[in-house]
């Protein structure tokens, strides 16, 4: 069956860094378009960054310029390395394969002095 198991969160200051991992297993990762999202306390999940299966990338404007998503279809991973982190970036990040039901379980980004 298909997963999609989310590491590297936890807690780091603000101005640090964090790379966030997203390992697929049991699906064809490298057709897949790949979304990272986040949900804060009492907000809406909201998309972050995004790769294609091709590797075109976007982003959302908060974070433009200080995260990169990146992706190793042999490896069958996608990445989130995040840079200049703040406090509003707290939240639980998931990885999504999108236009299908696939969501990893979310791994807690908290940023704090």
């Known amino acids: 069956q298909v997963q999609l198991v989310e590491s590297g969160g936890g807690l780091v200051q603000p101005g640090g860094s964090l790379r966030l991992s997203c390992v697929a297993s049991?699906?064809?990762?490298?057709?897949?378009?790949m979304d990272w999202y986040r949900q804060a306390p009492g907000k809406q999940r909201e998309l972050v960054a995004s790769?294609?299966?091709?590797?075109?990338?976007n982003y959302q404007d908060s974070v433009k310029g200080r995260f990169t998503i990146s992706r190793v279809n042999v490896l069958k991973t996608v990445y989130l390395q995040m840079n200049s982190v703040k406090p509003d970036d707290t939240a639980v990040y998931y990885c999504?394969?999108?236009?299908?039901?696939?969501w990893g379980q979310g791994t807690q980004v908290t940023v704090s002095s």
């Open positions: 049991g699906m064809m990762f490298r057709i897949y378009d």
């Open positions: 790769v294609t299966s091709g590797g075109t990338t």
């Open positions: 999504h394969a999108r236009d299908t039901a696939y």
